[in-house]
């Protein structure tokens, strides 16, 4: 079966660094997704990767190892409004998005 | 910009009625899709439609209807909703070239 595995919850501290790791198994793979939702909000896109190597978008960054069905990502300079849940998303071989069940970022002062 | 807009954004509904949440975009995209999200899962497809005049089925599809008169509209139908449809829906729609999904505010559906 399709698998997406990312930790339930993790906490850090404002200012520091995080990294969200996530792992995957599907039948076939044409890209990997991270999103963002906020408590009680739409979930919206944060990055894309389809090649391997590490994709950066201001604090933000991504990275892929398709080799090992795996993907991070790494949030910098962390502020309070980091507080959410980041999505997991790998779009398999019929181009339907297979997710993951969402890791839930606490962000303390 | 409206992008996805979603209604109801929340409802409160009897067991055995039936119930249609309704989407609509403003973006042109051809492919739109409906989730469900429930606590501790992942977001699943219940049904979806690359473009107007076809459906397909998800991953959770049963109790579920959809059309797609239009490239504009794709509401979702519970003929007759059961309290395990209890959830947050989604709909979303995607952009042909890079596949990122847009996604409307959510409808918050309770069954008793």
């Known amino acids: 079966g399709q698998n997406i595995d990312q930790p339930t919850e993790m906490t850090a501290t404002e200012g520091a660094i995080v990294q969200i790791n996530c792992t995957y198994q599907?039948?076939?793979?044409?890209?990997l997704f991270w999103y963002q939702q906020h408590a009680g909000e739409a979930p919206t896109f944060l990055s894309y990767?389809?090649l391997d190597g590490l994709e950066e978008k201001g604090r933000f960054s991504s990275f892929l190892s398709r080799s090992k069905g795996y993907s991070y990502l790494l949030l910098k300079e962390l502020q309070m409004k980091d507080s959410a849940s980041y999505l997991c998303?790998?779009?398999?071989?019929?181009?339907?998005?297979?997710w993951g069940a969402g890791t839930k970022l606490i962000i303390k002062p | 910009i409206a992008g996805i807009t979603q209604a109801p954004t929340s409802q409160i509904l009897a067991a055995g009625r039936r119930m249609t949440l309704r989407c609509t975009q403003d973006m042109r995209h051809n492919a739109m899709y409906w989730y469900r999200q429930d606590l501790g899962l992942g977001l699943r497809l219940i049904h979806y439609s690359n473009t107007a005049g076809t459906t397909g089925k998800g991953e959770v599809p049963d109790g579920y209807s959809v059309s797609r008169a239009n490239t504009d509209d794709f509401p979702l139908t519970l003929a007759s909703a059961v309290p395990s449809q209890t959830s947050v829906y989604f709909c979303?729609?995607?952009?042909?070239?890079?596949?990122?999904?847009?996604f409307g505010e959510g409808s918050r559906l309770t069954v008793l």
């Open positions: 599907t039948s076939g793979f044409n890209g």
């Open positions: 998303a790998v779009r398999d071989s019929n181009y339907q998005l297979i």
């Open positions: 990767n389809v």
């Open positions: 979303a729609s995607s952009d042909r070239n890079t596949g990122e999904l847009f």
